[in-house]
């Protein structure tokens, strides 16, 4: 059975960076598509960036250009590499692989 476990949170000024992570656990990881969401206060959960099993990445139009995800296949984690943050980036972020969720790490962009 898979487990996702997500790291890296943590408050951030705005137009700063921040890495988050992701650990699974089984044996599946290499084999499937990842997925980071997020989920605001009071707003739908949305997809952030996704990678196939092949290392090819899709962003959200919100943030391409800004945050880019990877993966690491020997060590069962993928990252998300924010960049240039913004306010509006505050959320829960969530990864998830099939119908697999993380508990989430919560970014917080204030000054």
């Known amino acids: 059975q898979v487990q996702l476990v997500e790291s890296g949170g943590g408050l951030v000024q705005p137009g700063g960076s921040l890495r988050i992570s992701c650990a699974a656990s089984?044996?599946?990881?290499?084999?499937?598509?990842m997925g980071w969401y997020r989920q605001a206060p009071g707003k739908q959960r949305e997809l952030v960036a996704v990678?196939?099993?092949?290392?090819?990445?899709n962003y959200a139009d919100s943030v391409k250009g800004r945050f880019t995800i990877s993966r690491d296949n020997a060590k069962k984690t993928v990252y998300l590499q924010m960049n240039s943050l913004k306010p509006e980036d505050t959320a829960v972020y969530y990864c998830?692989?099939?119908?697999?969720w993380g508990q989430g790490t919560l970014v917080t962009v204030s000054s």
């Open positions: 998830n692989t099939r119908t697999v």
């Open positions: 990678i196939s099993s092949g290392g090819v990445p």
């Open positions: 089984g044996s599946i990881f290499s084999f499937s598509a």
